[in-house]
């Protein structure tokens, strides 16, 4: 990627490519990470925990994550900061560094853009479900433009919303192709009794 190591965020949660994530951040490593990352208009990583807690004690966490860039920021409480983040590329985690304060730094390798592709036929039930979903939830959940017709865009969002397993999540985060992972989601959603 560049030469900077990345701050990461190492939640309970995976964030995807254009996903939405708020965020309330009150631990001293992130409100430092947050404040560098507002100055220095760069993004953050986000990485999902594989052990241990949000708090405290940096935890063990996935190698592939996602840049996330703040969008929204405002303290409506004292020692409390509410984010408003914006999921970016993908990306690897090749070594970690961690500082007094415990906040994991990584050098990192982005990972390529999902290619473009249309929806097909037989997986348009994903597109036709995430329709509906944002029809009751809207912008609360889904940041424009509501792409309906991107296998990226709509896999992504179902991976965000649907109930998934965390672990589950993940490895529809690591698929690099948008299609496998719209089949996939197809098979949840047919299990559920929505196709």
Same mark, same amino acid.
């Given at each position: 990627?560049?030469?900077?190591?990345?701050?990461?965020?190492?939640?309970?949660?995976?964030?995807?490519?254009?996903?939405?994530?708020?965020?309330?951040?009150?631990?001293?490593?992130?409100?430092?990470?947050?404040?560098?990352?507002?100055?220095?208009?760069?993004?953050?990583?986000?990485?999902?925990?594989?052990?241990?807690?949000?708090?405290?004690?940096?935890?063990?966490?996935?190698?592939?994550?996602?840049?996330?860039?703040?969008?929204?920021?405002?303290?409506?409480?004292?020692?409390?900061?509410?984010?408003?983040?914006?999921?970016?590329?993908?990306?690897?985690?090749?070594?970690?560094?961690?500082?007094?304060?415990? =906040?994991? @730094? %990584?050098?990192?390798?982005?990972?390529?853009?999902? &290619?473009? /592709?249309? $929806? +097909?036929?037989?997986?348009?039930?994903?597109?036709?479900?995430?329709?509906?979903?944002?029809?009751?939830?809207?912008?609360?959940?889904?940041?424009?433009?509501?792409? =309906?017709? @991107? %296998?990226?865009?709509?896999?992504?969002?179902?991976? &965000?919303? /649907?109930? $998934? +397993?965390?672990?589950?999540?993940?490895?529809?985060?690591?698929?690099?192709?948008?299609?496998?992972?719209?089949?996939?989601?197809?098979?949840?959603?047919?299990?559920?009794?929505?196709?």
């Amino acid at each position: 990627m560049n030469t900077e190591p990345l701050p990461l965020f190492i939640l309970h949660t995976v964030l995807f490519p254009e996903g939405r994530l708020p965020l309330r951040v009150f631990e001293a490593r992130y409100m430092d990470m947050t404040r560098e990352c507002l100055k220095l208009k760069r993004p953050f990583g986000v990485v999902l925990i594989r052990e241990g807690k949000e708090v405290g004690a940096p935890a063990t966490h996935e190698t592939v994550g996602c840049l996330a860039s703040i969008s929204d920021c405002d303290m409506q409480q004292l020692g409390v900061l509410n984010l408003l983040a914006h999921g970016g590329q993908r990306f690897r985690v090749l070594e970690t560094s961690v500082n007094k304060q415990g =906040l994991v @730094s %990584a050098s990192v390798e982005l990972l390529p853009p999902e &290619e473009e /592709l249309a $929806i +097909p036929e037989d997986l348009s039930v994903c597109a036709k479900v995430l329709a509906m979903i944002i029809a009751d939830h809207g912008e609360d959940v889904f940041s424009q433009p509501h792409r =309906l017709d @991107s %296998a990226a865009w709509v896999g992504h969002r179902l991976s &965000e919303v /649907l109930p $998934i +397993p965390l672990t589950a999540k993940q490895k529809l985060l690591e698929m690099d192709d948008s299609l496998a992972r719209l089949t996939i989601l197809r098979r949840f959603l047919d299990q559920r009794g929505a196709g």
